[in-house]
């Protein structure tokens, strides 16, 4: 047996290169070529005891759009969730506690939310990179997370809930980003205002919506564990900001469910993006509060759903400010929104989603910017106006089409927003004088694109 053995590992050692477990001669060297090449072009890791993914989005689309005078149409980023790419990671230190991190950078080619009339792409420092999440985190299985850096604090989309489609393309609560930075024109004599007011500073000077929370802030974040389906968060940033939330996400039923409130003080303008009235006048301190919500409720069966969000803003130092000192202004901007229709896979390729929305705004004094003499907009001609009031009305109706072997979502959107505003005339630099309503033409907005996933 012994030289049987032997004979065949003679003949083994003899035998040409068609024996696959040959790893001698020049095979290896190849397989090294193809590692290298392999190595070269993967994202490689520092620390590999931390977990590294990369994630995003793109998401583009044209944007038809008419003034009453001007029809148009522009290629844009769409704001409503706009391009992106993601670096997050997590590591288990055991078995009750991870860490954790996120960085996250948003692109925009062309702003939806910012183009006008007269730039189809919106100011410089509105398109390319921003920063959008760059934190850590500590998390617990039975104590929650807390969270350290830039991102979104505890009201963030407190008032736009949704557990639709719609959420990518189409914000029912959030208007602004459909191309509501289109400039105002006057229906009186067709031309544009120059006095910088465009559609979303109608909606409290930044398009913010009362009750919305921070999206990009430096805060210090905590968030609950899960207690059948409820959360509680709370958040603060410097000099300063703090808010907090209850959020419910589960089923009941048929039907699934997803809700949250909440309740956020601002006291220094400068330091967040979200925009207290008084704050817009040269000089004047900021403070205000408010309150938000929303749900959607979504029955699996027949895939209708609905979903509602409403808010509510209060600037506890505009009747102090030098515009509005003593003249009884309205301190509060509030709006409710609702969105319905029904969602589901009627195709292979993915759900569809048809729906209807409507938008409601109004508010007082919540903007520094004036009417001046010769304006478009100015209801006399003559002498300097301030904004007294405005209100945003919104009609809509969409359909999407979920394409799920490509991670990809198509969309058309329509909308049609009505506006008011109302103007009071300045005596020096306090509006004491005639209030009077500037005659705006409507708009019509068509947004139509597709997001992939990555």
Not at 136 to 143: A, C, P, T, V
Not at 200 to 209: F, M, N, P, S
Not at 238 to 244: G, N, R
């Amino acid at each position: 047996m012994a030289l049987v053995l032997a004979g065949l590992g003679l003949a083994s050692i003899g035998a040409p290169a068609a024996w696959g477990a040959d790893l001698g001669g020049n095979c290896c060297s190849d397989l090294e070529e193809r590692i290298a090449e392999l190595e070269a072009t993967t994202a490689r890791k520092g620390n590999r005891k931390v977990s590294l993914e990369v994630s995003g989005q793109v998401n583009e689309a044209v944007l038809f759009w008419d003034d009453g005078a001007e029809r148009n149409a522009y290629v844009v980023t769409n704001d409503n969730s706009r391009t992106r790419f993601r670096f997050k990671g997590k590591a288990k230190i055991d078995a009750q506690w991870e860490a954790g991190y996120q960085i996250e950078i948003g692109v925009r080619a062309a702003n939806s939310k910012r183009f006008t009339q007269l730039d189809p792409n919106g100011a410089d420092t509105d398109v390319g990179f921003d920063l959008r999440d760059s934190y850590w985190y500590l998390k617990s299985n039975r104590l929650g997370r807390f969270s350290l850096g830039l991102q979104a604090t505890a009201t963030d989309t407190i008032t736009e809930i949704n557990l639709t489609q719609t959420s990518v393309f189409a914000k029912y609560s959030d208007v602004e980003d459909s191309g509501l930075g289109l400039i105002l024109r006057s229906a009186d004599n067709g031309d544009l205002t120059g006095s910088g007011i465009t559609w979303r500073r109608l909606i409290g000077d930044g398009g913010d919506q009362p009750g919305e929370g921070e999206r990009r802030f430096n805060v210090a974040k905590y968030v609950s564990p899960d207690i059948s389906g409820f959360s509680v968060s709370a958040a603060w940033g410097e000099d300063d900001y703090w808010d907090v939330a209850l959020n419910y996400e589960g089923e009941i039923g048929a039907f699934k469910v997803a809700a949250g409130i909440g309740y956020g003080e601002i006291t220094d303008g400068g330091q967040t993006s979200t925009v207290c009235a008084a704050a817009q006048t040269t000089g004047d301190d900021t403070s205000c509060h408010q309150l938000g919500g929303s749900v959607s409720v979504l029955h699996q069966p027949t895939g209708l759903f609905v979903n509602v969000g409403a808010g509510q803003k209060v600037d506890d130092l505009i009747e102090g400010t030098t515009h509005f000192a003593g003249t009884g202004v309205d301190d509060e901007q509030k709006f409710w929104a609702v969105q319905a229709g029904i969602e589901k896979k009627f195709v292979d390729l993915g759900k569809t989603t048809v729906y209807g929305e409507y938008y409601d705004y109004d508010g007082g004094g919540a903007t520094r910017r004036t009417v001046g003499a010769g304006d478009a907009l100015n209801p006399t001609g003559a002498g300097s106006w301030a904004v007294w009031g405005s209100g945003v009305n919104v009609i809509g109706a969409g359909i999407a089409q979920g394409i799920d072997k490509a991670g990809m979502i198509l969309y058309l959107s329509y909308r049609h927003v009505e506006g008011d505003l109302a103007l009071r005339q300045l005596s020096g630099s306090v509006a004491s004088g005639a209030i009077a309503d500037a005659s705006l033409e409507d708009l019509d907005v068509v947004l139509s694109g597709a997001l992939i996933k990555f």
